[in-house]
T-cell receptor
Framework: AQKITQTQPGMFVQEKEAVTLDCTYD???????LFWYKQPSSGEMIFLIY??????QNATEGRYSLNFQKARKSANLVISASQLGDSAMYFC????????FGAGTRLTVKP | KAGVTQTPRYLIKTRGQQVTLSCSPI?????VSWYQQTPGQGLQFLFE???????NKGNFPGRFSGRQFSNSRSEMNVSTLELGDSALYLC???????????FGPGTRLTVL
C-alpha cells in the first residue's frame, strides 16, 4: 500500500529565507508521480510542482524546487525567498494507481 | 480555461438525510477524483472516475457513491448522513489517470 509521510506538522520561516518541507514515500511500483500542493486557509488545493519517478533532473517551478532522492524515497519541497503569502498547509502526494496524500505541514512565514 | 467548479460551496444537512455534490472538470479532462478532508483524518481518497467508469475506490462505506457523465461532469452522493460525514469534499480533475490533478474550491458539508 502507498504511504506518504510528512514528519513536520508545523514549520516557521523568516520572510525572504528558504525553507525545506520534508516528504518520504513508500512504494514498490517503479512508476509513480510525486506532487506538492498548497492549501491556503480558503481551502482550495493549489498544484505547485510535479516529479516523475523516471525523471533524472529535480523539478523546478519558479521559487519551488523538488529535492528528489529516489534511493531514499524522499521528495522534499524547497521554497526559496519565502513570502508572507506562502503561509499555508503544504501536502505531498504520490500518484500510483490513485492519488494519496501526506498529513501536511503548516508553514508560517514570519515578517 | 475555466478551472474545476464544485456546487454547492456550502451545505447544511441533518443526520439521516442524503446529499448530492457536483463537480465540473476542466474542459478536456476526462478523469475526476473525489476526496474527503477532515481535521482528524486529513485528505482521504474517495473514488476516481475516468470515461464514466469508476477506476478506484477508497476505504469508505457503501453510503458514498458517485458517477460520471458523458461530458465528464461528476456527482457524488452520500446517503443516510452521519455527523462524521461533516467535511470538506474536494473534487479534482486531470487529463488522464496519470496526469496532474487540479482541484476545485470544495464543498463544505455540515451534518447536524
Amino acid at each position: 500500500a502507498q504511504k506518504i509521510t510528512q514528519t513536520q506538522p508545523g514549520m516557521f520561516v523568516q520572510e525572504k529565507e528558504a525553507v525545506t518541507l520534508d516528504c518520504t514515500y513508500d512504494t514498490s511500483d517503479p512508476s509513480y508521480g510525486l506532487f506538492w500542493y498548497k492549501q491556503p486557509s480558503s481551502g482550495e488545493m493549489i498544484f505547485l510542482i510535479y516529479q516523475g519517478s523516471y525523471d533524472q533532473q529535480n523539478a523546478t517551478e519558479g521559487r519551488y524546487s523538488l529535492n528528489f532522492q529516489k534511493a531514499r524515497k524522499s521528495a522534499n519541497l524547497v521554497i526559496s525567498a519565502s513570502q508572507l503569502g506562502d503561509s499555508a498547509m503544504y501536502f505531498c502526494a504520490m500518484r500510483e494507481d490513485d492519488m494519496r496524500f501526506g498529513a501536511g505541514t503548516r508553514l508560517t512565514v514570519k515578517p | 480555461k475555466a478551472g474545476v467548479t464544485q456546487t454547492p460551496r456550502y451545505l447544511i444537512k441533518t443526520r439521516g438525510q442524503q446529499v448530492t455534490l457536483s463537480c465540473s472538470p476542466i474542459s478536456g479532462h476526462r478523469s475526476v477524483s473525489w476526496y474527503q478532508q477532515t481535521p482528524g483524518q486529513g485528505l482521504q481518497f474517495l473514488f476516481e472516475y475516468f470515461s464514466e467508469t469508476q477506476r478506484n475506490k477508497g476505504n469508505f462505506p457503501g453510503r458514498f457513491s458517485g458517477r460520471q457523465f458523458s461530458n465528464s461532469r461528476s456527482e457524488m452522493n452520500v446517503s443516510t448522513l452521519e455527523l462524521g460525514d461533516s467535511a470538506l469534499y474536494l473534487c479534482a480533475s486531470s487529463r488522464d489517470t496519470t496526469d496532474t490533478q487540479y482541484f476545485g474550491p470544495g464543498t463544505r458539508l455540515t451534518v447536524l
